[in-house]
């Protein structure tokens, strides 16, 4: 058996894939429910994810997996509509006739801008169209120095560095220009006309996750069982321990179970792998406080909105500007997220009402009209780690699939320090680490001897 840590997208991935070579998998889950990050909560319609997700055009392997789960028909592409919260005032910033009218740019600054996202080059006046194919290039290059140098200080001032700011806080300096250029090339072709099309599973991303579950099999996912021990013998991962809730009705009873195990793929975060194998990861990680509300009507009429101003929260998504909200039983569903550096942090420290009245407060600060009497429902969602720092040098820093030489043969890491989550983490890229750990098991039991080799079920279905 292959013990799979991790009932979140990488896990289940990393299971169908095995599956489809025909090892016999078992997923672990600590939580009573599959989906990790991408878990979802209930409405008056379809179901909505705790943290607002949407696909950009250049994730495949998400798309291919949604194709062959049979859910292809369901997957949309609206244009996820942006605009900027500046002053006082709402600025669309989707087309080019609403980016030529926004204040905040210089023409010269926007001219810079529109450069850069086309990745070309016009230092010194002389476009060059190679200088951004080498990030490697740019990963000791902090983000300030680059854009005062290849755009102006005004797209740093007044475009960036909210951006920034409100993407990593407190360690916005620490991040590298290879990321931000990384992040610049992740995003898919824009509608030039219209805006950006993203993509979004209509019924929720917990559908994928229910067909996965549905592939893979309930009998082999155990929920509500966190796996605590990994044992290795003869420098080979041999066992793993699970410990679980009696009261959980899981089918393990309760109590302590150790399982022998051929192979094992850790789908979770990097302490997990570092408290199970003695791995250390030096990539930091930032949490997320994010709440979603139900309110009657909508507060503006975009998607995604980055505050300038001074608020509470990052940005406000209001996810039925993208989903109309007639899949939602009619309900307008408003995601309000912060990101947060450390525990100490205010936000993180209250309680999940007093962020409420914080955000409500804030929403009522940058939108007067706003009134609290027509919110339904609000809940909020806390992790402490949701998304790496990707500071200069990350690349280094991330987790190889197969920790063979690095800790012991059958170990492999799918969580989301591995490369595939890199230049933003996403379901597409724990999709790609689950795939990635799969085949690098089939590889490494085509070329180990048979004594060894993963055992793979009979062809009468044993084994
Ligand atoms: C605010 C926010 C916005 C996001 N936006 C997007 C987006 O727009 N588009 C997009 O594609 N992605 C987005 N993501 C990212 C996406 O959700 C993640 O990349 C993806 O869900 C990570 O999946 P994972 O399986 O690697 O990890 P996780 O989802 O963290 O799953 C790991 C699982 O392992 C379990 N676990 C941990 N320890 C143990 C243990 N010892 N034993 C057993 N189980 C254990 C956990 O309970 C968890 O269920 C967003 C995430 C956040 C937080």
């Given at each position: 058996m292959i013990g799979i840590v991790g009932g979140g997208i990488a896990g289940l991935a990393a299971a169908y894939a095995l599956q489809q070579r025909g090892y016999v998998v078992q997923v672990f889950e600590a939580t009573d429910q599959v989906g990790g990050l991408a878990a979802t909560y209930e409405t008056a319609g379809d179901r909505i994810e705790k943290f607002y997700h949407h696909l950009s055009a250049s994730e495949e392997t998400i798309v291919s997996l949604i194709e062959e789960l049979g859910l292809g028909d369901d997957l949309a592409w609206p244009i996820g509509k942006n605009a900027y919260y500046m002053d006082g005032t709402v600025y669309p910033l989707d087309t080019p006739w609403e980016i030529a009218a926004y204040?905040?740019?210089s023409f010269y600054d926007k001219f810079r801008l529109t450069m850069l996202t086309q990745e070309i080059d016009v230092r010194g006046g002389v476009p060059k169209?190679?200088?951004?194919?080498?990030?490697e290039a740019f990963e000791d290059v902090p983000i300030k120095d680059f854009l005062y140098e290849y755009t102006t200080a005004g797209v740093y001032e007044n475009f960036f560095d909210p951006l920034l700011e409100a993407k990593?806080?407190?360690?916005?300096?620490?991040?590298?220009a290879a990321w931000l250029l990384g992040r610049i090339k992740f995003r898919g072709e824009r509608d030039l006309l219209r805006g950006e099309p993203l993509g979004y599973l209509r019924g929720g991303f917990g559908r994928l996750l229910d067909r996965l579950v549905d592939a893979v099999g309930e009998e082999n996912i155990t929920t509500g069982?966190?796996?605590t021990d990994l044992d290795f013998s003869g420098g080979r991962v041999s066992a793993l321990t699970v410990e679980s809730d009696a009261?959980?009705?899981?089918?393990?009873?309760g109590g302590r179970e150790t399982h022998a195990i051929e192979a094992c793929v850790v789908a979770a975060m990097p302490n997990v792998l570092e408290d199970l194998s003695g791995y250390e990861c030096a990539i930091d990680f930032q949490g997320t406080v994010c709440s979603v509300l139900s309110v009657e009507e909508s507060l503006t009429d975009t998607y995604w909105l980055n505050i300038g101003d001074d608020a509470p929260f990052g940005a406000l998504i209001e996810h039925t500007n993208f989903i109309p909200p007639k899949y939602y039983g009619g309900e307008h569903l408003l995601y309000v997220p912060k990101y947060v550096q450390s525990p100490e942090e205010a936000v993180w420290q209250m309680d999940d009402e007093d962020v409420e009245e914080l955000w409500l407060s804030g929403i009522e600060a940058l939108f007067p009209s706003f009134d609290r009497a027509a919110v339904n429902w609000i809940e909020t969602a806390r992790n402490p780690r949701t998304a790496p720092i990707y500071e200069r040098g990350y690349l280094e820093m991330v987790i190889p699939y197969d920790l063979s030489t690095e800790v012991a043969e059958g170990l492999y890491y799918a969580g989301m320090a591995s490369r595939a989550q890199y230049p933003e983490r996403s379901l597409d890229g724990g999709i790609e680490a689950g795939f990635a750990c799969a085949d690098r098991i089939a590889t490494s039991a085509a070329t180990e001897t048979p004594t060894t080799s993963p055992q793979r079920p009979q062809a009468d279905g044993s084994g």
């Open positions: 204040p905040y740019l169209f190679d200088t951004y194919d080498d990030l990593f806080g407190s360690r916005k300096e620490d991040v590298s069982t966190r796996v009261e959980k009705g899981n089918g393990i009873g």
